[in-house]
């Protein structure tokens, strides 16, 4: 039986996405697509935050995002939002997303570079202006 590499798994998974820049985040979530965050919270802690991000760690991810599973997230409502994934550099969102897909999430992609691209960017607090975001602070203040 053969074996892939990692890089051959990679690159499969990478041929399935339609990967997105950091440049491209402002009109991708103006559009509806939501930011989620997987990196673990050590490394959230040493990175730093991504405000206005979806946080779900890597671990749990399907069964947060599959709108057919009971552990789903409200957000999570059907198989046609654009979930963007990242991780810090943009190797796990890669492999992350590829899951996603093969869920039925068509249109899950990843950040190409990661956090770092958007801290290199300067746009950290891109995800603060999405419009779900905006949605939940506002259900939040009305409690």
């Not at 997105?20 to 009109?27: K, L, N, S, V």
């Not at 697509?33 to 991810?61: F, M, S």
Request: proline letters at 3%.
């Amino acid at each position: 039986m053969s074996h892939l590499t990692i890089d051959q798994m990679l690159d499969n998974a990478r041929a399935k996405l339609q990967r997105r820049y950091a440049f491209e985040m402002p009109r991708a979530l103006a559009d509806g697509a939501i930011l989620v965050d997987i990196r673990p919270q050590a490394q959230r802690d040493r990175e730093g935050t991504l405000p206005g991000a979806l946080v779900i760690e890597r671990n749990v991810l399907e069964w947060r995002l599959d709108p057919t599973s009971s552990a789903r997230l409200a957000l999570a409502a059907d198989h046609d939002v654009e979930w963007i994934i990242v991780c810090s550099e943009g190797y796990t969102s890669s492999l992350a997303a590829a899951a996603l897909q093969e869920l039925g999430l068509h249109r899950a992609t990843d950040l190409i570079g990661g956090y770092q691209a958007l801290k290199a960017a300067g746009l950290l607090s891109i995800a603060v202006r999405a419009p779900h975001f905006a949605r939940e602070v506002q259900s939040l203040a009305s409690l």
